[in-house]
């Protein structure tokens, strides 16, 4: 009779463990997929007076890669139930700290996008706002040698806070 008690036991212990699983999908976005299926991500062009060549490629594939990997929409040409457009309106460096000689010990890299959102299923979502990301170097480095880490650092930043921005709705 004990035996039968503990076996119950076990058995009744094992149907609540796994009628109590919990399971949890985090993918970083909050999209009603019944409505909005795909996503026009125009190329940004550079409008700044300041420019390295690079950073528009750079900045164009990783907003295009981010939500392609933390979202199941489809990337269209046109006509998308969600559309992303702007431009990169600026790139400068700025010195940030001085030394006591009165030289730059550290300089700091900014850019800022322009980012035009429009959520066809939902135009209360609609904006047009600007995205700024900034990134410090010392000057003891070479700015060439350290410029592409730089601008691929504020371009994580960046998309990072246009897609908090379109489909994360924290």
Known sequence: MPRVKYITAVLALAAVLVSCTVSY???GASIDYSK???????D???????????????FN???????ANHTRLIQVRRNGDMKIEGE???????????TSEGTSAQAELSMTVNVRFTNNANHNEDFERQFTATASFETTQSFTSVQEELVTQMVEDLTDQIFNATVANW
């Open 25 to 27: 999908k985090f993918n």
């Open 36 to 42: 909005t299926k795909t996503i026009e991500i125009a």
């Open 44 to 58: 940004f062009p550079i409008r700044s007076s300041y420019v390295w060549a690079p950073m528009g490629s750079i």
């Open 61 to 67: 594939n990783q907003l295009k890669d981010i939500f």
């Open 88 to 98: 990169i309106t600026q790139y400068s460096q700025r010195n940030k700290a001085v």
